[in-house]
T-cell receptor, first 111, second 115 residues
């Protein structure tokens, strides 16, 4: 399976609820990044968490990183319909300079 | 405005006809890369460049070429396109990579169809 796998593949919630997406990876990393993509558009960087960090916040976003479990989670609190998009995690491996993306989680926030 | 631009945005071509997709960034970024996005496969890196005249293969380089003669430009060349290269292509750039890495900025995408 791929480096940077998101779970679940699709998530549908009501406006105001929290959305949690998970990402698992296999190798040692320098950092892990979360991106958002609206349908057919370019990706927008949300947050970067380094391998020596455990938690990071940005507005309504909270990212955690557990390097012992090789996993990360993205929490979006108080979701809005405008948060509807695909969310991708990407890992920068320590062994190289490639950035590897997962297949993404499709989040739908219903008004 | 800081941005990554790609041209063309949409292209329909035929098998074997050489094409170039241009990518340009105005942020003086060192690192640039190309990705393709396909349903069920996510984004896969084609090539990347850590600086001028320095390029390296990503995960799916077959059938593609790149060049980095200037810092701002990183064109993607398909010498002999085939239908399996029909995809959505993204160029991205970042100030640096590795331990000093910051965010990557993505272009708007180029939707390529090879008939």
């Amino acid at each position: 399976s791929q480096q940077g796998e998101e779970d679940p593949q699709a998530l549908s919630i009501q406006e105001g609820e929290n959305a949690t997406m998970n990402c698992s990876y296999k190798t040692s990393i320098n950092n892990l990044q979360w991106y958002r993509q609206n349908s057919g558009r370019g990706l927008v960087h949300l947050i970067l968490i380094r391998s020596n960090e455990r938690e990071k916040h940005s507005g309504r976003l909270r990212v955690t990183l557990d390097t012992s479990k090789k996993s990360s989670s993205l929490l979006i609190t108080a979701s809005r319909a405008a948060d509807t998009a695909s969310y991708f995690c990407a890992t920068r491996e320590t062994s190289g300079s490639r950035l590897t993306f997962g297949e993404g989680t499709q989040l739908t926030v219903n008004p | 405005e800081a941005q990554v631009t790609q041209n063309p945005r949409y292209l329909i071509t035929v098998t074997g006809k050489k094409l170039t997709v241009t990518c340009s960034q105005n942020m003086n970024h060192e690192y640039m890369s190309w990705y393709r996005q396909d349903p069920g496969l996510g984004l896969r890196q084609i090539y990347y460049s850590m600086n001028v005249e320095v390029t390296d293969k990503g995960d799916v380089p077959e059938g593609y070429k790149v060049s980095r003669k200037e810092k701002r430009n990183f064109p993607l060349i398909l010498e002999s396109p085939s239908p399996n290269q029909t995809s959505l292509y993204f160029c991205a750039s970042s100030l640096s990579y590795g331990r000093a890495e910051r965010e990557q900025f993505f272009g708007p995408g180029t939707r390529l169809t090879v008939l």
